[in-house]
């Protein structure tokens, strides 16, 4: 059952006379900091320890400034993968409906959701962007469609995404696993006495409606459709209540992976359970950065002169007779090297005996590195750990070792599971923001269908992993489709950055008539009477047909399926009749 509109506000005044929060708040916001200070690599204070026994307030600070975290460059290679689930092709990705003028507008509010300043725009790539961030610095964060005012006269609400993170998602309920209400807390600046004052805006979010608690100053007169609202603290807000007319609130959650401390309420990053990992590296980096810039680096010893000074006086110690510095050795007492115009001169004795070796008058003293060694191997050790604490698997990381075939494909099934639930996620927020739109902006017929689903594979083979899958699946005689699939894996990798050229590829298989044979069967099926004259005579000019289409037919390539079709059976008719053998007719009495 809906809040009431006196619960709703008792929420808001909770909030503002008693700092209300819900109960996993502080948890929330510390994992937020938590995975920002590992993704950017900042704010390392937040994750080394101070060792009390033996590290002072000087010592850990001058350890702070010498280490150098390497954190943002392991999550990023965590964070990778998740880029190609929402880089893959879904199974299925649908909005259909008879009502083709709701389709049409419903397609270009998704366009305008996310806009961007280069050249993609729209709710796809809020995904791939915003979305996949968010999932991984702030999971607890909720998405909310908000939308300007317009007239319903001549135009549609445009929806756009708003950002609720954890900190300012200071309240929340849900009442059999359906969002009740959300709560958001945001800064705000507001005039008071004419001055410029730091405040808070209140906006509940509920089922049909949403309220809003805005601080404002003493002099502030409230528009007709505002109420005043003054605190205990004597701080004054405006009320305003504006109707949604939906039949659920317009938000959504970013996290999909339940937080077991508190018991599935909120959500953890795809990275937590590394955690413990992750704090063993910082230590360890942060020792071995010690040590490298402490210790590692090699001594130098050399037998030096004394000063003899610049004057008659000469040198005593670094000091003239007068007491002044000396000018030579500048207070050292002695005369080294401090440049290659410098050299260090000695007498030459009057017998061989007395000459000194010179190799040593200098010797450099490199200290022991075995220790040095060890902490860079069990810092690369725990990083593998991270890999595999994620992705149940280290192949990701890279391996001296030949992994077979059938241990390869096992490590990808282990990426993939990782990877199947954000999958999961992606398609249930991708289904639930266009249902949304669609009802904000009142394109919603009764026989919407709005689906998308990805498939288990998202396709993370490298191009040398496809082409031996490939040659296996010739020599095992697999079945074609098994075959035509893998062709295009390997089309899709090696068009990577060119999209226009893929996309001729995939317009071009449409229409090929052996898909996934090899040129064995091609060869074999071609010879047959019972494979069909035209099938054969797509086959002999398949490249010709498409050089032609493209050649007489500007945007050939981005057009409908069925006017694609259509220009090609027109080709094809016409070398039918070209190609097509003349029926002799035998007439025995000539």
Not at 51 to 60: G, V, W
Not at 106 to 118: C, P, R, V
Not at 221 to 228: K, L, M, Q
Not at 320 to 349: E, M, N, W
Request: with cysteine.
């Amino acid at each position: 059952m809906p809040l009431t509109l006196d619960q709703a506000h008792q929420i808001i005044i909770d909030a503002i006379e008693n700092d209300t929060t819900h109960p996993n708040y502080k948890r929330v916001n510390a994992l937020a900091d938590f995975y920002m200070n590992l993704i950017t690599g900042e704010g390392l204070e937040n994750l080394l320890h101070q060792f009390a026994l033996r590290e002072d307030d000087a010592s850990f600070q001058q350890r702070l400034e010498l280490t150098i975290s390497t954190t943002d460059a392991l999550t990023s290679s965590l964070m990778n993968p998740f880029e190609k689930v929402l880089r893959t092709d879904p199974l299925v990705k649908r909005i259909e409906s008879k009502d083709e003028k709701a389709i049409e507008v419903l397609t270009d509010k998704l366009m305008e959701f996310f806009h961007s300043e280069n050249q993609n725009s729209g709710l796809d790539y809020w995904f791939q962007t915003r979305f996949k961030s968010l999932s991984f610095t702030d999971p607890n964060a909720f998405i909310v469609l908000e939308w300007d005012a317009f007239d319903g006269n001549y135009e549609k609400a445009s929806p756009y995404p708003y950002e609720v993170s954890s900190a300012q998602a200071i309240n929340f309920s849900y009442r059999n696993n359906k969002l009740e209400f959300l709560l958001d807390k945001r800064p705000n600046v507001y005039e008071d006495l004419d001055l410029k004052k730091s405040g808070y805006k209140f906006t509940l979010y509920l089922v049909g409606y949403v309220l809003v608690y805005e601080q404002v100053g003493k002099r502030y007169i409230p528009e007709t459709n505002e109420a005043i609202y003054q605190s205990k603290g004597d701080t004054r807000y405006a009320i305003r209540l504006h109707e949604t007319k939906l039949d659920s609130i317009p938000a959504i959650s970013i996290g999909y992976i339940e937080d077991d401390l508190t018991k599935g309420v909120t959500y953890i990053n795809p990275f937590h359970v590394a955690r413990s990992w992750f704090m063993k590296v910082i230590r360890l980096i942060s020792e071995a950065d010690l040590s490298k810039t402490l210790h590692a680096f090699p001594q130098k010893f050399q037998y030096v002169q004394p000063c003899l000074g610049d004057t008659a006086g000469g040198c005593i110690s670094g000091r003239t007779r007068d007491g002044d510095v000396c000018g030579t050795c500048k207070g050292t007492g002695y005369v080294f090297h401090q440049s290659a115009q410098d050299a260090v001169i000695l007498p030459l004795p009057r017998n061989k005996e007395d000459m000194l070796n010179l190799d040593n008058l200098m010797v450099y003293k490199h200290p022991p590195i075995d220790l040095l060694k060890f902490q860079e191997d069990i810092i690369d050790k725990y990083e593998g750990k991270i890999h595999a604490a994620v992705f149940n698997t280290q192949a990701m990381v890279k391996k001296t070792t030949v992994a077979t075939a059938t241990e390869r494909d096992q490590e990808m099934d282990s990426v993939y599971d990782t990877l199947h639930p954000f999958a999961e996620k992606v398609t249930a927020a991708w289904s639930a923001i266009v249902s949304l739109i669609s009802e904000i902006t009142e394109t919603n017929p009764a026989d919407l269908v709005v689906d998308m689903r990805y498939p288990n594979d998202f396709k993370l083979k490298s191009f040398a992993q496809l082409i031996a899958d490939l040659k296996t699946a010739n020599e095992s005689n697999a079945p074609s489709f098994v075959r035509a699939k893998l062709n295009a894996d390997i089309a899709e990798q090696t068009f990577v950055d060119q999209p226009e050229e893929f996309n001729k590829y995939q317009v071009k298989q449409r229409f090929y008539p052996f898909s996934g044979k090899t040129m064995d069967e091609v060869n074999f099926l071609m010879g047959m009477d019972y494979t069909p004259f035209r099938t054969k005579v797509l086959y002999a000019n398949f490249d010709m047909l498409f050089k032609r289409a493209e050649k007489e037919n500007t945007g050939f390539w981005m057009f409908k399926q069925d006017k694609q079709e259509a220009i090609l059976d027109q080709y094809l008719d016409e070398l039918e009749q070209q190609l097509k053998p003349k029926q002799v007719e035998f007439n025995p009495m000539v």
